[in-house]
């Protein structure tokens, strides 16, 4: 017994210190190339006690061990793997949070705590119980688990029926929005899940007919894509947690997919070893390396993404500021700015705004030489309120007005460095003058139209579908049937298949046109070579041709 209270002691101790490293982590600032050396520590921590539960379990649980301490470890454990992944978005951490909480909900770890009403305990481990199917859906979702998402989906609601069964007199009103909110999430997005991956895909994005153009093609000066940031913000935008559908999208974009065959071969072999679908063992052994054998070691690293919920704009300009600071060098930083041209705009409101001119993507294979000067910026701190009325971008609902609004002046101290700008707004064009301000590098810029493009305008409330331009750089084909008001594209076999066949043909033959073409300026040269980038030109060319055909149409 005394040998039994000792390792019951050890084992309060690693608790203690791992959760106390735990809570100095999770509050480090989640944008930033340098990596925080006290994650290692917590790792170690969190390492060493899991293994040390696993070799003294039988004596813990004589001890008076409970099946949910050993889910908060693992959940733990998924978490860091999940803020390692948000930090560097490297594959293999998403995988490793994925193994631990599939294991947590196969093994039922937080099923079956029984108590009163009155207990607030008991209340705890079900709010413990609902963090984790929130946080477990999310990882789901961005692995494109649909099967896992649905299962997911129902024993949330039914987890919360019961809480709300269960204790009548706590107001469970912030869960009830979370349910409300992944249901949206999922009548947007689940069309995307069942047809191909938004990540890059050489089965899908690599077209054989133009690879020996880019493969030839060669500039004077070539930067490395390796960092983004991704922000939005429209009120009543379709979100998830902290993932508005937009940056959701944009973030799987520029992520590299597994391939195909290899990835399904491994999730068959995990399922089959039986050690993830154990629910009546009470052994934890999740093996904490298993997901390394998961990744596609073929692909390079994806580039790393800081995802801003929300800022207020210091806090977004701070963020650029660091990550343009720890810019490598010959590298490009890329900026994706979504949010509405007007103070308290809703989003489906800008269907509304008068048209102005298409995307900035300048293709006129035009020389270095500027053509003519453009406006300056204006400037606001002289309360000229005319040029500066309506120059901005919204950002969001918090605090003064002025500190929720982005002016085009305040990116333009950043261009000392290598941008490539996306600006998803009604109000777009606003931006335009920072092209011949920038104060050392060129900025690549491209500009959203100021309102979207629908053959009905039934069609065009984005704040259920997301935004029409985002939509197109992200999944063309989808965006397309969209257009054309199929919102099922796969009902239509053939539709779809010409659909795609014309989009690859495209896609395609505008390639070749870039990697061939002798004048192509060299703000969009340096960046060609990249999968990524150029994948996003392309799409924005098919963009453009799509809004100019529905113009001459409507006309």
Not at 239 to 250: A, S
Not at 354 to 361: C, D, E, I, Y
Request: charged share 25%.
């Amino acid at each position: 017994m005394g040998d039994s209270t000792d390792v019951a002691k050890t084992f309060r101790d690693l608790v203690e210190s791992a959760d106390r490293k735990f809570a100095r982590v999770r509050d480090v600032q989640p944008y930033g190339r340098r990596q925080h050396a006290y994650f290692h520590k917590v790792f170690k921590a969190y390492t060493k006690l899991w293994k040390f539960q696993q070799e003294n379990r039988k004596k813990l649980v004589e001890a008076g061990l409970q099946r949910w301490e050993i889910g908060e470890i693992a959940s733990r454990i998924g978490q860091l793997y999940f803020g390692q992944y948000m930090r560097t978005c490297q594959a293999r951490f998403l995988f490793e949070c994925y193994v631990f909480y599939e294991a947590i909900l196969n093994r039922g770890y937080f099923e079956g705590t029984k108590g009163s009403p009155k207990d607030m305990n008991l209340l705890g481990l079900r709010y413990k119980e609902l963090r984790f199917y929130a946080r477990f859906l999310v990882v789901a979702l961005l692995l494109n688990r649909l099967e896992m998402v649905h299962v997911l989906v129902d024993r949330f609601k039914a987890i919360l029926d019961d809480c709300r069964a269960t204790f009548p007199e706590t107001n469970f009103k912030e869960w009830k929005q979370v349910v409300q909110e992944i249901a949206r999430f999922l009548k947007v997005d689940v069309t995307l899940m069942n047809t191909r991956p938004l990540r890059y895909c050489a089965l899908y994005d690599s077209h054989p007919t133009s690879q020996p153009y880019v493969a030839r093609f060669h500039a004077n000066r070539v930067l490395k894509f390796q960092d983004a940031l991704l922000t939005s913000y429209h009120r009543n935008e379709v979100k998830f947690t902290e993932f508005t559908l937009n940056t959701f999208r944009m973030l799987q974009c520029l992520e590299w997919e597994p391939s195909g065959s290899f990835y399904q071969e491994r999730l068959v072999e995990s399922s089959d070893n039986g050690a993830l679908n154990d629910r009546s063992g009470p052994s934890g052994l999740i093996d904490i390396n298993l997901a390394v054998d998961m990744t596609d070691r073929t692909l390079p690293p994806n580039p790393k993404k800081t995802i801003l919920y929300r800022p207020s704009t210091t806090q977004l300009l701070a963020a650029i500021a660091m990550v343009c600071e720890e810019l490598p060098p010959d590298s490009i930083v890329l900026i994706y700015l979504s949010g509405s041209g007007k103070f308290g705009r809703t989003v489906a409101s800008q269907t509304k705004a008068s048209r102005t001119s298409m995307a900035s993507l300048d293709m006129k294979f035009r020389t270095h030489e500027h053509e003519k000067s453009l406006p300056e910026v204006p400037n606001c701190d002289k309360g000229d309120s005319t040029d500066c009325s309506g120059n901005y971008l919204w950002l969001g609902p918090r605090g003064s007005a002025g500190s929720n609004m982005l002016y085009p002046g305040d990116i333009i101290p950043f261009t000392r460095k290598p941008l490539f700008l996306i600006i998803d707004s009604d109000n777009s064009h606003a931006f335009k003058v920072i092209h011949g301000e920038e104060r050392g590098e060129r900025a690549a810029l491209l500009l959203s139209p100021s309102r979207p493009v629908f053959r009905n305008q039934s069609g065009a409330d984005l704040t259920q579908n997301g935004s029409q331009f985002t939509f197109f750089l992200t999944a063309p084909l989808q965006a397309f049937c969209q257009l054309l008001g199929l919102s099922q594209c796969g009902e239509s076999t053939d539709v779809y298949s010409k659909a795609d066949n014309i989009l690859c043909t495209a896609f395609s033959e505008w390639e070749e046109m870039l990697c061939t073409t002798t004048d192509l300026d060299l703000v969009w040269a340096q960046v060609l070579s990249d999968a990524f980038l150029r994948r996003l030109i392309l799409r924005v060319c098919s963009f453009l041709c799509v809004n100019l055909s529905m113009e001459h149409y409507a006309a």
